[in-house]
């Protein structure tokens, strides 16, 4: 009698132990918001995933959310590296957004870094949303052109050189683009590399709020811009690959690299955040831009300020690899740092507006010169999706722009100049512009 009065407990425990890992189950994709997506079963620091995947999800197909990344562009935990910890992730955030529990727009997360097609007038050229990731592709199509017409072992640097390349060379410059920025921003120092693994790291706590994408950060530390490179261009799909994430993989790796105590350094102790949110729009603050620039987050270098913050003395004043103009603001002589007005190479991020473009020059000597300052040429890309190839302007810093309009069809209705005009007075006061019969961009 006794034996079979203890038997009915045994199945007892059994259903509520599977009933307490469901409800653990269940709890996990309340606090992550997963959605039908898989848990990996890696643990790593916490065990975050050890139950069976797909338990006690409803039958059938289950939406996957437009954050999600590939799994062919997950990396290995084995790979090394460092898992970001809840400290790491909180502090980025609130550099970012100012609070833990912003997040990235679905503008941002599906932004990654895509070429036009090779071999074509734009080959050279990223694609470029309208919006807020717009500034940090801009930003590095600068470095790109930087790298294709004057680093890289090439006869001869004029405009046909950039439409010839192919995909491979597409990569290539991407790769050296990205180890560029992270380098300088590292201090010449050190380089480090933010990708996604398919295990997760950490649990939120408290206000965090997790979007499933920055708790896989891994990150990979380089002492030589070489090997970043290199690892950059092993895993270059990483970047460029769709539903990657690419552009604020970088981001995160630019903030890292100059580490988020120097950033805040930078910044001198404010809370202002790096990234600004209005109605749904993100968008880059004059903090990112010279980061990506100059590899420090000091806004008053590419503002004008010319006060302290700015640098003094030979600070102040060093060249930039690319520089920096700006078309939104009243003409002044100098908007912003002599550093980044004339860098050491004629590429410039322009601001135009709000939004960002590229003006470059095939002339590695144009500002080293002011022989060749009299009359030459420039080529734009704006970044718009509309433009099929590279416009080309004609400066001459002999004539006055005011005397364009007498030279104009008395016919033509056109009283506006664009801003890009005005980026270049900036840098070249008085100078006259020639689209050459393209007609110009607003």
């Not at 380089?222 to 990657?244: L, T, W």
């Not at 729009?281 to 008053?300: F, K």
Request: hydrophobic share 35%; charged share 20%; aromatic share 8%.
């Amino acid at each position: 009698m006794g034996d079979r009065e203890a038997q009915p407990a045994v199945p007892q425990t059994h259903l509520e132990e599977i009933t307490s890992k469901i409800s653990d189950l269940n709890k996990w994709r309340e606090i992550f918001g997963f959605r039908g997506l898989e848990i990996s079963n890696t643990t790593h620091q916490h065990g975050v995933g050890n139950g069976p995947s797909g338990a006690g999800e409803p039958a059938g197909p289950q939406p996957v959310p437009p954050s999600a990344v590939p799994r062919a562009l997950l990396l290995s935990p084995a790979t090394g590296g460092q898992p970001i910890s809840l400290e790491m992730a909180m502090e980025l955030r609130k550099l970012l957004f100012g609070n833990v529990s912003h997040l990235f727009s679905c503008e941002w997360a599906r932004a990654y870094f895509k070429f036009r097609e090779p071999y074509s007038d734009l080959a050279y050229a990223l694609e470029a949303e309208k919006g807020g990731t717009r500034a940090i592709l801009m930003a590095v199509q600068a470095h790109i052109i930087k790298y294709l017409l004057f680093i890289r072992n090439t006869e001869y640097s004029h405009l046909e050189r950039l439409s010839r390349i192919s995909r491979r060379e597409q990569a290539e410059a991407l790769a050296a683009a990205l180890a560029d920025t992270l380098w300088a921003a590292g201090g010449g120092r050190r380089a480090v590399i933010c990708l996604v693994t398919t295990a997760l790291h950490l649990l939120p706590s408290g206000d965090y709020k997790a979007d499933n994408f920055t708790e896989r950060i891994q990150l990979l530390e380089f002492c030589e811009k070489g090997a970043a490179q290199e690892f950059i261009s092993d895993h270059i799909n990483c970047f460029r690959g769709e539903g990657s994430h690419g552009v604020i993989l970088f981001l995160y790796s630019l903030l890292f690299s100059r580490t988020l105590e120097r950033v805040q350094e930078d910044l001198h102790g404010t809370a202002t955040p790096l990234l600004q949110s209005s109605c749904g729009n993100i968008t880059c603050t004059q903090a990112v831009l010279s980061l990506l620039l100059t590899g420090r987050a000091n806004p008053r270098d590419t503002d004008g300020d010319q006060g302290p913050g700015c640098g003094t003395g030979a600070t102040r004043v060093q060249r930039c690899p690319v520089g920096y103009l700006r078309g939104d603001r009243a003409q002044v002589e100098q908007q912003v740092c002599r550093g980044l007005g004339t860098p050491l190479l004629p590429v410039w991020l322009c601001s135009l507006g709000g939004r960002h473009s590229v003006l470059f020059s095939t002339d590695s000597l144009l500002l080293s010169d002011w022989k060749r300052e009299r009359v030459f040429c420039l080529y734009f890309y704006s970044g718009q999706r509309e433009q099929m190839k590279t416009a080309l302007l004609t400066i001459d810093t002999h004539s006055h722009h005011w005397e364009e309009n007498r030279r104009e069809d008395p016919s033509s209705t056109r009283k506006r100049r664009p801003p890009i005009e005005k980026a270049i007075r900036t840098k070249w006061a008085g100078a006259t512009v020639s689209w050459n019969g393209t007609d110009p961009f607003f």
